[in-house]
């Protein structure tokens, strides 16, 4: 199976901050790299798919980069609403498989 | 607008069998580039694909299940299935079912369901 990492586990930021949330894929994944938001007792929704492909609906201020085995998911200037847990997917190779998740807390 | 909702019972014993149920509303579950999933989620932990069955009716399955799984659908109800047997006290989790949109060519899990609490207990 391909390895998803998410390091740091956790982040501390305040409203306005500027985030970036790393991802790491044990092997060559391409693009083949989805962002999902999950806040708790909520099932996941997705951000961005295609490595930087904004889903429709999702506000600008989130964007992503990367390709190959690093990737990056970013916050321009965070909001309260922001604050939740986010989870990294490869779909390269079956089976799809989650990073651990970086949780996004208040400083 | 498409919705997904789950169903099946809260509450398993070791050793039985759970069947859950996703029906799909917005959406027909037999056409177009679209899968349809079941993820799970253990309680703090990351979420871990379970399987999926295709518009065309096709099946794939986590390795790590695929002797205690089965995926299939009822097209005339617009509903997919899961159905894991041999239970043990690991396979407690919250299950999602999920819509996996592959027009892109880049798959992703666009829509969700808003997932089902299972616990394997005695």
């Known amino acids: 199976d391909i390895q998803m990492t998410q390091s740091p586990s956790s982040l501390s930021a305040s409203v306005g901050d500027r985030v970036i949330i790393p991802c790491r894929a044990s092997q060559n994944i391409g693009r083949s790299l989805s962002w999902y938001q999950q806040k708790p007792g909520k099932a996941p929704q997705l951000l961005i798919y295609?490595?930087?492909t904004l889903q429709s609906g999702v506000p600008s201020r989130f964007s992503a980069s990367g390709s190959g085995t690093d990737f990056t998911l970013t916050i321009s200037s965070l909001q309260p609403e922001d604050f939740a847990t986010y989870y990294c997917?490869?779909?390269?190779?079956?089976?799809?498989?989650f990073g651990q998740g970086t949780r996004l807390e208040v400083k | 607008q498409v919705q997904l909702q789950e169903s099946g019972p809260g509450l398993v014993k070791p050793s039985q069998t759970l069947s859950l149920t996703c029906t799909v509303s917005g959406d027909s579950i037999s056409r177009g580039s679209y899968y349809w999933s079941w993820i799970r989620q253990p309680a703090g932990k990351r979420l871990e694909w379970i399987g999926r069955i295709s518009a065309g009716g096709s099946t794939d399955y986590n390795p790590s299940l695929k002797s205690r799984l089965t995926i299939s659908r009822d097209s005339s109800k617009n509903q997919f299935s899961l159905k894991l047997t041999s239970l043990i006290a690991a396979d407690t989790a919250v299950y999602y079912c999920?819509?996996?949109?592959?027009?892109?060519?880049?798959?992703?899990?666009?829509?969700w369901g808003q997932g089902t609490r299972v616990a394997v207990s005695s």
């Open positions: 997917q490869q779909s390269h190779r079956l089976p799809s498989t």
């Open positions: 999920a819509r996996e949109n592959g027009y892109t060519d880049y798959y992703n899990f666009d829509r």
């Open positions: 295609a490595a930087f």
